[in-house]
Every structure is written in structure tokens, then in C-alpha cells.
């Protein structure tokens, strides 16, 4: 069964940083795309940052509006991924998953973890 846990998100000044995690369990999820998403209030969720499987190299996309700021990494063993955020402003202020891209779907609908709240206020 899959399940991703996120964590490392918090209180920040505009300007300041922050680092997210995601332990993945349940799959080998070095195999797969795998992206961080973020829902803001009152928005759909959203794709911010993607990163290619080990096979396909790694490769890195992210959206413009976070592109140059965020930064995503992966550690296959374990299955862990990583987002750097820099330079944070007030709009991205958010709830932040890690899911498979796209996301990990069952019969009964895409899996979703708990998230992690950023919220950069000052």
C-alpha cells in the first residue's frame, strides 16, 4: 500500500527558506515522475516543481512561478524527495504534497497524503 508522508513545512518570513521532505513507502517510487504540489487558499492544487525518474535522468521542471526559487531533489534509497525553497513570498503560502506525477491513482481515486502547511506571513 502506498504511503507518502510530507513534512517540514512552517511559520517563515517573506524572504526566508524552507526545506520539504516526503518518505515515500509502499513502492518503488525511484521508478516513477515524482513532483511536489501545493494547494493555496481557495485554489486548485497544483503542480510546482516535477522530477523525472532515475531512468529517465533526473530531469528537473518547475512552474514559473516558482522556477529559480525552488529547487527538487530525490534520494532513491531511501525513497525520499526534497524541496528547497528560497526567496519565499507571501503567495506561497500553501499546503505542499509529494505524489507521483501523475498522481498515484487506486480504483477509488488519487491517494493523497496529509501534506505539510508553509505559510510565509510577515
Known amino acids: 500500500q502506498v504511503k507518502l508522508v510530507e513534512s517540514g513545512g512552517g511559520f517563515v518570513q517573506p524572504g526566508g527558506s524552507l526545506r520539504l521532505s516526503c518518505v515515500g513507502r509502499?513502492?518503488?517510487?525511484?521508478?516513477?515522475?515524482m513532483g511536489w504540489y501545493r494547494q493555496r487558499p481557495g485554489k486548485e492544487r497544483e503542480l510546482v516543481a516535477e522530477i523525472s525518474s532515475i531512468t529517465e535522468g533526473e530531469e528537473k521542471k518547475y512552474s514559473q512561478s516558482v522556477e529559480g526559487r525552488f529547487a527538487i531533489s530525490r534520494d532513491n534509497v531511501p525513497n525520499v524527495l526534497w524541496l528547497q525553497m528560497n526567496s519565499l513570498k507571501p503567495e506561497d503560502t500553501a499546503v505542499y504534497y509529494c505524489?507521483?506525477?501523475?498522481?498515484?491513482?487506486?480504483?477509488?481515486?488519487?491517494?493523497w497524503g496529509q501534506g505539510t502547511l508553509v505559510t510565509v506571513s510577515s
Open positions: 505524489n507521483t506525477d501523475p498522481p498515484f491513482t487506486y480504483p477509488s481515486g488519487e491517494y
Open positions: 509502499g513502492r518503488m517510487f525511484s521508478l516513477n515522475r
